[in-house]
């Protein structure tokens, strides 16, 4: 079936709004991971989900970011109040959960201009 | 905690030139160990894995080692293409679901 989906592919918006990011993973996978790359940086880990409860919060850089998943399926990144530092790809990524050695699939992320 | 780290890049290369891309780690237990590649404009895809000591994942000719007596997980590649220009990612599977990424090094590959 369809890869993870992620929406909007690009997102601008002005200091001081709120936004939601949203992801569809792959059908069947219970475990969903989000992750913030910024420019010339590597993968920082934000929030993990088994199925719809989030186990390992602990990567969520303040207050202000929060997620959400629902029907073991779908999830959604908010983050309140943006600020220009916020400004970053934000990725999603499944797998199949249970088993250690499983793969991570990733989305093509949303790219977010905090103007 | 679970690390990792990478070479610092860019790494730039003339085609067919021998590639190698340092990975190190840090990590209780016995970690599952991946390279994640991200083709301009694309996302992160699995280029290969390795699940236990002494396993070489490989694909599309590049191939990388799981060292647990130097915690290393090298990338290797006999002879480079420029469609190899990417950015590569090691990363780690510890002892619960989180995955842990290094920084990334980036590979330019010249005709």
């Known amino acids: 079936g369809a890869g993870v989906s992620q929406s909007p592919s690009n997102k601008v918006t002005e200091k001081g709004k709120d936004v939601e990011l949203r992801c569809d993973p792959i059908?069947?996978?219970?475990?969903l991971y989000w992750y913030r790359q910024s420019l010339g940086q590597g993968l920082e880990f934000l929030i993990y989900?088994?199925?719809?409860?989030?186990?390992?919060k602990s990567g969520l850089p303040s207050d202000r970011f929060s997620a959400e998943r629902t029907g073991g399926s779908v999830s959604t990144l908010t983050i309140q109040r943006t600020q220009q530092e916020d400004s970053a790809v934000y990725l999603c990524?499944?797998?199949?959960?249970?088993?250690?050695?499983?793969?991570?699939?990733f989305g093509a992320g949303t790219r977010l201009s905090v103007l | 905690g679970d690390s990792v780290t990478q070479m610092e890049g860019p790494v730039t290369l003339s085609e067919e030139a021998f590639l190698t891309i340092n990975c190190t780690y840090t990590?209780?237990?016995?970690?599952?160990l991946f390279w994640y590649v991200q083709y301009p404009g694309e996302g992160l895809q699995l280029l290969l894995k390795?699940?236990?000591?002494?396993d070489k994942g490989s694909n599309k000719g590049f191939e990388a080692t799981y060292r647990k007596e130097t915690t290393s997980f090298h990338l290797e590649k006999g002879s480079v293409q420029v469609s190899d220009s990417a950015v590569y990612f090691c990363a780690l599977q510890g002892g619960g679901q989180n995955f842990v990424f290094g920084p990334g090094t980036r590979l330019s590959v010249l005709p």
């Open positions: 059908s069947g996978h219970t475990a």
């Open positions: 990590a209780t237990g016995y970690p599952s």
């Open positions: 390795a699940t236990k000591a002494d």
């Open positions: 990524a499944s797998s199949l959960a249970g088993n250690l050695k499983n793969i991570q699939y």
């Open positions: 989900f088994q199925g719809n409860s989030a186990p390992d």
